[in-house]
Each structure stands twice: as structure tokens, then as C-alpha cells.
């Protein structure tokens, strides 16, 4: 007898804390794990006495639930997922929906969705953020892939979701294909931008201005009371206020080596095949990359000088505000990039994305949840075409005021010799987009020198393409290829 709502495989840390929301939220939940072990465990432990129906088969589960079928995946992304979908197929029938909840790379959400639905079943590739405790309480969750399998899924994902304020769940259908987990990637992209950018302010705190941990968590306290306002504000604030039973601080006794899952490699990656300039969250990624050698840089601090003058001396309050503004100018920067970013792969895969909709599921759940995207959301919603988020009037004008201070800052971390790798790119970003000439003609000519790549001219139509024979000795033949 058919008697579950909803299949979920794989019982780790987000899969356990998933069917639990979904249980509290009313449904009855069919959970199987590879580990069968898992699943008698979770039955008898924090499952038990709930509606949860375990199954220690493939078959078992299939056989538990209400048709169409419904079966999430939350397993470890790669060649786990492909294995469990081929398992699947030949239990399941035409109409039967397929979820992949994990952090899958969307191309190969886009793959399995084209390869499920020429079996005649549906697939959907879903961000899901928010961590252990997002998935417990209400996740942030971006569904894409075969649209006719939303209105299934739908009722259960917007009642487990997080809420905004006003009660909208933050979870909406992102689009065909890869969609879901592309938008997902975008967001943990923006995730390392925000982390980063954190540690940066920290540091120049911290070794700049010789701030205690309980002065920055004085500081991150009142910080997350204004325009900051967000989830990894305010755990940072807890952070430099915790200690351990012996009295610690915690913070000093990790290790400086940052680790990473790939997912902000891979909006990298995307920015780059789409000749999209996503400066400040590249500068993250390297960030952890460049943190992870640290014997190279324990060895390199010993030979390597750096400026005579490493103390700050001058006001450290009204220098913990210019802070805060270089902080909330460069986070709008890379707001700005990773939707430049989601714009211009959209309009390559066919994808109709609903920008302020995407904001709108990241104000709750998610890592990067925020005050601030609310008015992200109000943008679009007043320019659903905005090109750049740096146009919007109400972004235009918190940049302008918050210029002086991001300034300062950058020259005051130079002059301390403190890298400031996002912050930095952030405002390098920002004048360049703001430059209505760059040195690329000088750049554009080296190529047509070298290589007779081409060059345009500005008193010429765009698109009509020069070449000179800059030594004499060329010839008037150029290449074939030319990418503006």
C-alpha cells in the first residue's frame, strides 16, 4: 500500500535533518541509505515515533511511496548520483520524478534532466542552503529541471522552505535544466565573496588597528544592527565571542588553511566561459588557495619584507566605520557580478530567470541571507532588465557615499602591508566598469602586432575590423578569429 509522500536517499547530516522538516511540516517520508544500518537507526532514534516508513531496499522504497513517485537524492554530487539514477530507472514508472538536492555542477543536472526525460521521467536539480541547521528549521531552495515536475514537488518544498518576514516561502521554480543548481552555484559564489570580504575586515582590525577579539565582536555586534545586517555578520560576531571550558578563544587556535567543496571554483570556472568579469569572488577562491600553503608562507614571512611603518595611527573608530562602508560597497560589487554573471548564462542556456525572485529565496535559510537583498528584490522589481545592479539608483547612491571610506581603507591596508584581495578587486572592479575608456586599445593593437588579430576603430561602425602592418615586414594578412 502506497503510503509515503515523498522518498529521500541518504541519511547524512542534511538528508536527516531534511525528512524531519518535511515530517514536521506534515508528510509522511519513506527514507532509505546505502549503509541500510542508517536507516534502523534513524528509525529508532530520532525518527521514531514519527511518520517515516524505512525501507532497506531500492525496491522498498519505490514500493512505499504515492505515484508519481517522488525521490530525493542527497548524496555526495558526482558519480554517486549517476549510480543511484540508474538503480532508479528501472523500478520507476512514466511520470515518476527524480530530485537531486545535493551540490551537483548544473551541467550535469542539465545532462541527467535531457537523459531521464527521453526515458519518459522527470528530474529536478535543486539548490538546497542553509546547512544543517537550514535544513532542520527551512532551507533556501532553488528547484530547476523538467518544469512539468514542479507541481508535485511544489507543495512540499515551499511548506519545508524558509519564510521572509511576510511570509513568502524562499523557494520558487528557477528554470528548465541546470537551472536550479546553476543558481545555487551563483550563490555559494557569492558566499565565498561575503566570507572572504569578512576576513579581510577582521584582519585589518585585528593586525591593522590591534583590535581584542572581544572588541571585533563589539564591533560585528553593532554592525549586524544596520544595512550589514546578515547570517554570516552575526556568526561572526559569535565567533569572536565564543571560548571554550577552558576559558580559549577558539578563533586563535584554528589553523589559517581554509578548505573548499568546488562550488565557488565552478561559478569561477562559468564566469570565465562566459567572459563574465567576476573578479571579486575569483579573488576568494584564490584566497583559500593562497591560505592552504602554509609552510610556503610560515617560510616566506621570515625572508620577505614588507613596509617599515606597519601601525596604524590614526583615529581606529572613524577607521572601523570607513570598514563597515568599504565592506557594504564591495558586497554590493559582488552582488553586482555574480547577477551580471547568472544574466549573461541565462540568456546563453534559454533560461527565464526571475532575478528578484532569486533574491527573494536567498532572504531566508540560506547562508547569505540578508537584509540587504531585500532590496536587491526591489531593484528588479523596479528594472526587471537591469544590466548591472551598480545602475540601480538606491546602489548608485549607497556606492557614492561609501566611496571616500572604501578608499581610505584600501590605501590604509597598502600601506600596512595587509592583502585585501576582495575588497580590493571590488573597487578595481567598480572603477574600471565606471571608466568610460580603458588601456585596451593599447592592449588590442600588442595582439594586432604580434599575432594580426584585428583591431576596431572609434571612428569606424563597431563590428568593422583593421589591421596594420605595424613593422613593414607583415604583410596585410590577419587572423581569422577575433573575440571583442
Known sequence: ??????????????????????????????????????????????????????????????????????????????????????????????????????????????????????????????????????????????????????????????????????????????????????????????????????????????????????????????????????????????ILGYKNEAGEEVVDKILDTAGQKGTGKWTVMAALDAGQPLTLIGEAVFARCLSALKEERVAAAKVLPGPKTAKFSGNKAKFIDDLRQALYASKIVSYAQGYQLMRSVAKESGWNLNYGGIALMWRGGCIIRSAFLGKIKEAFDNNPNMVNLLLDPFFADAVKQAQGAWRRVIQTAVKLGIPTPALSSALNYYDGYRAARLPANLLQAQRDYFGAHTYERVDKPRGQLFHTNWTGRGGSTSASIYTA
Open 1 to 238: 500500500m502506497n503510503q509515503a509522500d515523498i522518498g529521500l536517499i541518504g541519511l547524512a547530516v542534511m538528508g536527516e535533518n531534511l525528512v524531519l522538516n518535511m515530517e514536521r511540516n506534515g508528510f509522511t517520508v519513506a527514507v532509505f541509505n546505502r549503509t541500510v544500518s542508517k536507516v534502523d537507526d534513524f528509525i529508532k532514534g530520532r525518527g521514531q515515533g514519527k511518520k517515516f516508513i524505512g525501507a532497506h531496499s531500492l525496491q522498498e522504497l519505490v514500493n512505499a511511496l504515492q505515484k508519481p513517485r517522488r525521490i530525493m537524492l542527497m548524496v555526495k554530487a558526482g558519480k554517486p548520483v549517476d549510480e543511484f539514477i540508474e538503480a532508479l530507472i528501472p523500478l520507476l514508472e512514466k511520470g515518476d520524478i527524480i530530485i537531486d538536492g545535493g551540490n551537483s555542477h548544473f551541467p550535469d543536472t542539465t545532462r541527467r534532466t535531457q537523459y531521464l526525460e527521453s526515458k519518459g521521467l522527470r528530474y529536478i536539480g535543486t539548490g538546497v542552503s542553509g546547512g544543517e541547521e537550514g535544513a532542520l528549521r527551512g532551507p533556501s531552495i532553488m528547484p530547476g529541471g523538467s518544469p512539468s515536475a514542479w507541481e508535485f514537488v511544489k507543495p512540499i518544498f515551499q511548506k519545508i522552505s524558509a519564510k521572509t518576514e511576510q511570509g513568502e516561502p524562499c523557494c520558487e521554480w528557477v528554470g528548465e535544466n541546470g537551472a536550479g543548481h546553476f543558481v545555487k552555484m551563483v550563490h555559494n559564489g557569492i558566499e565565498y565573496g561575503d566570507m572572504q570580504m569578512i576576513c579581510e575586515t577582521y584582519q585589518l582590525m585585528r593586525q591593522g588597528l590591534g583590535l581584542t577579539n572581544k572588541q571585533m565582536h563589539k564591533v560585528f555586534t553593532a554592525w549586524n544592527k544596520g544595512e550589514l545586517d546578515s547570517y554570516l555578520i552575526e556568526i561572526t560576531r559569535d
